[in-house]
Structure formats: structure tokens, C-alpha cells
């Protein structure tokens, strides 16, 4: 570990807020519980050189892999758990963080805090595993709660904008910069260029479109963690609101002189998405690094997934989730594989295609997966 960084404090109570103003050197200080896996490689990729955590790192609610990420990339982690003294650095204060958890703002000593090692987190791990069922049965009580409240998702209560872009009888992809989304939208390459989808950038998956020269279509959020660049863009902006009208990202667009529509629902901006593909007539929905159990939603802040749950019930017919895919190309798959179950399948399969019209659709589904598999070896 080294013995002491040095660096400009960067400060902020939204990570992602922050990562957007951080440079290489820098001092990140935030106020993160249970530092997530994405957080933590932004943070990295951003170089900083040291973390000030107003909120535990690791509080051993369940297994949160960023602050292992973060210590695996060299960085001194301080927790800072005494209330009332986060406001006490500003952006631009000269901050050290020495190993033993000192922490100094502009040649003063500010606090003594708690320095994350491998020994801490492998203990907060044995107390997040102890306490994994305790939280599975709160989450599934929190999700159940929700869906009573939530349940108009299943109907057609909402209104949805109509908007330019026509996806209509189109494949669409929906990315949202959640784990893996890099791995899954290289594996996803060839079926891009092949079918040409209507690309939705949720938030910061714009921008994750944009790293791979891909331009989104449609931004779909509350445009808390997409880059002016992002929305400047080119896409149609739909802003994510609250059922009451109420709407976070509105002022910003409007700031940037640019035209929005807007759907107001319950849920997250994933989940708007997902229902604005599938009301304007998305003949397939691909999902790229969006946010699909437990640990996914509890690294989110989230207590429940009711609204994802019910989204994907209602648009679950057409929608293919293509997490992991990079994981499935390096499983070894062989095209022969492929051929000889395909081989040994193919007259019961052609029997049924041919008497039943459900068997035709899901066959056509099955089809395309197989194409964006091949597509990867």
C-alpha cells in the first residue's frame, strides 16, 4: 500500500455526478454506501489517486465488489464514518490521505478514518454472506409491496411520446452502462452492422454507445449521468418523469436549448426504455447491461425490483437479455456444436412450425439468438 497520495479533492455526493468533473490525480470524495462493481471501475479508469468514503465502503449488507476493484488498482480507500463532516472539504482543497488513514485538507489535519485493506473486506464478506438471507427475504418483501402499488405497469396507464424515430416491426437495443456493458456490445458488433437496430441510450449508456462510434437514436433518463457530449449529440431526448409530472432532467435540457419529450411512469429509466420500445411497436427488444437481480438493484441503493419485474413480464415476449454474452463466446461454443443439435432437432422443430403459430414466433425468436451467437464465434 503506498504510504501517502496526494491530489485535488474532487468532492461529491453522487458518484457518478463526480466521475464526470474527475481527472487522473485527483482525490475522489464521496458519499457512497457499499461501493458498486461499476462505480468502482470508472473510478479506476478516471485514475484517481485515493478515495474519501463518507458512507462505508463495505457495510456487509451483501456482496459489493468495488472496493476490492479500487485497492486491486493500488488506491488508498478512507471511510470517513462521523456524520456532519462531509461538507467540510470543498472542490479544489489540496488533500493527503497517509496509509494509516490521516487525512489532511490544505496543510490541515481534517481526520483519522478507517483505511480499507484485504483483511477488512474479506471480514465484511463473511458478515455480508451471514446475513444474505436476511436480505433476500427483506428484498422479496420490499418487491412484493412495491408490485401492489406498481401493478397499472401491466396495463396501459401511461402515456408514451411519439417520437420520429420509427421502430416499428424493428429490432431495437436498449444499453444502459451497467456491468459488462462493454464486453456485451463488442459481442453484440456483428449483429449491429448486420441488423442495423434502433439504438436507446439509457442515461450514460448514450455515452457508452458513443465510446464504440455507435450514435444513439434515443436517450432515454433523467439525464443525471450522461455528458453534455452525450446529449448534444443528435438523438431524440425523452425525459424519464415521475407519475406526478415532475421531471429531475428537465432543467438541464432545457439549459442546453434542446427538444424532449417526456413519459412519466414509475420505475427506473431502464424500465421506461424497455416500455417505450415495446408501445412504439419494437418487433424484437435487445438489453444490453441493464440491471436484472438482487445484487444489481441493492449495488443501486434499490429495495426492491418491483418495477423491473413487471415491466419484463409485460414486454418479456420480445425481449432478449444479452448479458454475459461475451461470457457464452468464451465458453468455447463450436459452430459444429451448433450444427449437430440442430441436425438432431431440425424435423420435430419443422412438425411444429408448420401447425402451430406460438411455436413459428418463438422459433423465429430462437433464430435471431442463434444468429447473434454465430455472430460471436
Known amino acids: 500500500m503506498k504510504k501517502f497520495v496526494v491530489g485535488r479533492a474532487v468532492v461529491d455526493k453522487k458518484t457518478k455526478k463526480?466521475?464526470?468533473?474527475?481527472?487522473?490525480?485527483?482525490?475522489a470524495v464521496i458519499f457512497h454506501k457499499d461501493i458498486d462493481e461499476l462505480a468502482a471501475l470508472q473510478l479506476k479508469k478516471s485514475k484517481v489517486k485515493g478515495v474519501i468514503n463518507f458512507q462505508p465502503s463495505i457495510s456487509g449488507r451483501f456482496l459489493n465488489h468495488g472496493p476490492e476493484i479500487l485497492l486491486d488498482a493500488g488506491m488508498l480507500v478512507v471511510d470517513v464514518l462521523e456524520e456532519g463532516l462531509f461538507d467540510k472539504i470543498r472542490e479544489g482543497?489540496?488533500?493527503?490521505?497517509?496509509?494509516?488513514?490521516?487525512?489532511?485538507?490544505?496543510?490541515r489535519f481534517f481526520y483519522k478514518g478507517l483505511v480499507l485493506t484485504k483483511e477488512w473486506i474479506k471480514s465484511k464478506y463473511e458478515e455480508a454472506k451471514s446475513n444474505y438471507e436476511k436480505e433476500i427475504e427483506r428484498f422479496a418483501i420490499n418487491t412484493l409491496e412495491y408490485i401492489k402499488r406498481e401493478k397499472t405497469l401491466l396495463s396501459?396507464?401511461?402515456?408514451?411520446?411519439?417520437?420520429?424515430?420509427?421502430?416499428?416491426?424493428?429490432?431495437?437495443?436498449?444499453?444502459?452502462?451497467?456491468?459488462?456493458?462493454?464486453?456485451?456490445?463488442?459481442?453484440l458488433k456483428s449483429y449491429i452492422e448486420e441488423i442495423k437496430p434502433v439504438l436507446i441510450g439509457v442515461?450514460?449508456?448514450?455515452?457508452?454507445?458513443?465510446?464504440?462510434?455507435?450514435?444513439?437514436?434515443?436517450?432515454?433518463?433523467?439525464?443525471d449521468s450522461i455528458s453534455d457530449k452525450g446529449l448534444k449529440c443528435g438523438a431524440e431526448i425523452v425525459i424519464h418523469a415521475y407519475p406526478d409530472g415532475r421531471a429531475p432532467g428537465l432543467e438541464r435540457v432545457k439549459q442546453l436549448g434542446l427538444e424532449y419529450k417526456k413519459i412519466a411512469?414509475?420505475?427506473?429509466?431502464?424500465?421506461?426504455?424497455?416500455?417505450?420500445?415495446?408501445?412504439?411497436?419494437?418487433?424484437?427488444?435487445?438489453?444490453?447491461?441493464t440491471h436484472t437481480n438482487m445484487?444489481?438493484?441493492?449495488?443501486?441503493?434499490?429495495?426492491?425490483?418491483?418495477?423491473?419485474?413487471?415491466?419484463?413480464?409485460?414486454?418479456?415476449?420480445?425481449?432478449?437479455?444479452?448479458?454475459?454474452?461475451?461470457?457464452?463466446?468464451?465458453?468455447?461454443?463450436?459452430?459444429?456444436?451448433?450444427?449437430?443439435?440442430?441436425?438432431?432437432?431440425?424435423?420435430?422443430?419443422?412438425?411444429?412450425?408448420t401447425t402451430s403459430p406460438v411455436v413459428k414466433h418463438l422459433i423465429r425468436l430462437l433464430?435471431?439468438?442463434?444468429?447473434?451467437?454465430?455472430?460471436?464465434l
Open 265 to 289: 411512469i414509475t420505475g427506473t429509466s431502464e424500465d421506461a426504455a424497455l416500455l417505450l420500445a415495446y408501445h412504439s411497436g419494437a418487433d424484437l427488444i435487445v438489453a444490453v447491461g
Open 18 to 27: 463526480l466521475l464526470q468533473r474527475v481527472k487522473p490525480g485527483d482525490i
Open 93 to 107: 482543497d489540496l488533500v493527503r490521505i497517509n496509509e494509516n488513514g490521516e487525512i489532511t485538507v490544505n496543510g
Open 203 to 223: 442515461d450514460g449508456g448514450a455515452d457508452a454507445l458513443l465510446e464504440f462510434g455507435l450514435k444513439p437514436d434515443i436517450i432515454v433518463g433523467d439525464m
Open 295 to 353: 445484487i444489481d438493484f441493492l449495488e443501486k441503493g434499490r429495495q426492491g425490483m418491483a418495477s423491473t419485474f413487471l415491466v419484463r413480464l409485460k414486454v418479456g415476449h420480445i425481449l432478449i437479455d444479452a448479458k454475459g454474452v461475451n461470457k457464452l463466446y468464451r465458453s468455447g461454443l463450436k459452430i459444429n456444436y451448433l450444427a449437430a443439435l440442430f441436425a438432431a432437432a431440425f424435423f420435430p422443430i419443422f412438425i411444429l412450425s
Open 367 to 376: 433464430l435471431i439468438k442463434v444468429r447473434i451467437m454465430i455472430g460471436f
Open 156 to 187: 396501459s396507464d401511461y402515456s408514451v411520446p411519439q417520437l420520429k424515430t420509427d421502430m416499428r416491426k424493428k429490432h431495437v437495443m436498449v444499453v444502459v452502462r451497467g456491468k459488462d456493458y462493454k464486453e456485451d456490445i463488442l459481442a
